[in-house]
């Protein structure tokens, strides 16, 4: 797995399988904040 760091964010890629098919996503950010800060709770 590479990670890389720019502009403060973390990338990298995924590669994904289905029936044979690959896809391959780049430049996925890795979201490193904590669960509960990621979204404001709605009421």
Known sequence: ???EFIDG???T???LMHQGKFKTL???VID???Q???FPQML
């Open 1 to 3: 797995m590479v990670i």
């Open 9 to 11: 964010l973390l990338f």
């Open 13 to 15: 890629s995924i590669t």
């Open 26 to 28: 780049e430049n996925v």
């Open 32 to 34: 490193t904040e904590p």
């Open 36 to 38: 509960n800060r990621s």
